[in-house]
């Protein structure tokens, strides 16, 4: 029973060791969507990073909605079905201070982290701040046939940086994982993708020599601000990120594993209780004995 009780603190103020993500005290994070949580109605997913940024729809013959079969995490996935102008939405003015490309910002680096399930190749978009129409270009992520690409607005936004991932071939009706992350500094950029079905990765890493632009386009998710080529499929726990995630913090995310670091944490322990902790030889950390 006091092993129980030591272990369950232990947990508490270190986070999960296994399951689900742990997104307490995570550094940078500007939003997270589980798609399991909403305001207001079902097409309404609230940020559960606790920051404030929840999604406002654009509907079209019942999309999006919620999926209840074709999910990753949770129980719940955000659905579409339309080659429309389908999308969640969030107004710049709207973004928190330090929202990635947030107009009136200097706020160039992000990771962006999401489950995607593709039910169409067609040429569509899955998140970023973008607007063709009016040339608000900062960000976008999405599909052109069959291949992941990021898109970099530069040159007030009137030209495109396009960087694609290599060699993995997209398929319908399977989920990936995919990061993006970009160096507002450096201009280094990195697609990380793990396809579940074929249980591989592909890393995809490139420099750059244009700097972000940096405009009042919405943040969407689904599709870019003013296009009709929505993403058709399944779209699950999406978060965005001030900074770049380090591949390990990738590899984290996609295995249900990620937790911030504990380092400079501390509980008290009775002596008493002390000899039920061993060092082991293998990485050098402390255990509860068995």
Do not use: H
């Not at 599909?143 to 530069?154: A, D």
């Amino acid at each position: 029973m006091r092993k129980a009780l030591i272990l369950t603190l232990f947990l508490f103020l270190c986070g999960p060791v296994f399951g689900v993500n742990d997104y307490t005290r995570a550094v940078g994070l500007e939003a997270l969507y589980t798609f399991e949580s909403y305001s207001g109605g079902a097409d309404s997913p609230l940020d559960t990073s606790g920051n404030g940024n929840t999604l406002t729809p654009t509907e079209s013959g019942g999309d999006p909605s919620s999926d209840a079969v074709n999910f990753k995490e949770g129980l719940l996935a955000a659905s579409n079905a339309q080659t429309a102008t389908v999308k969640f939405a969030r107004a710049d003015g709207s973004l928190q201070a330090d929202y990635p490309g947030r107009n009136g910002t200097t706020n160039r680096t992000f990771s962006i982290a999401l489950w995607a399930r593709p039910t169409a190749l067609d040429t569509s978009y899955v998140a970023g701040k973008w607007s063709s129409a009016d040339n608000t270009r900062s960000f976008l992520l999405g599909m052109t046939g069959s291949r992941w690409q990021l898109l970099i607005g530069y040159n007030g936004g009137t030209s495109t940086e396009t960087f694609t991932a290599s060699t993995l071939t997209l398929g319908t009706d399977r989920w990936y994982f995919l990061c993006t992350t970009y160096d507002g500094t450096s201009k280094a950029k990195r697609i990380w993708i793990w396809d579940e079905d074929a249980e591989s990765t592909t890393n995809t890493t490139t420099g750059g020599t244009e700097t972000m632009n940096i405009e009042g386009a919405d943040f969407t998710v689904m599709n870019q601000t003013d296009s009709a080529d929505s993403f058709q499929g399944q779209v699950d726990e999406v978060s965005v990120w001030s900074r770049v995630l380090t591949l390990p913090e990738i590899i984290d995310l996609k295995n249900g594993v990620f937790a911030p670091s504990s380092i400079g944490q501390f509980m008290m322990i009775s002596k008493d209780y002390w000899k039920n902790f061993f060092q082991d030889g293998i990485d050098g950390k402390w255990r509860i004995a068995a």
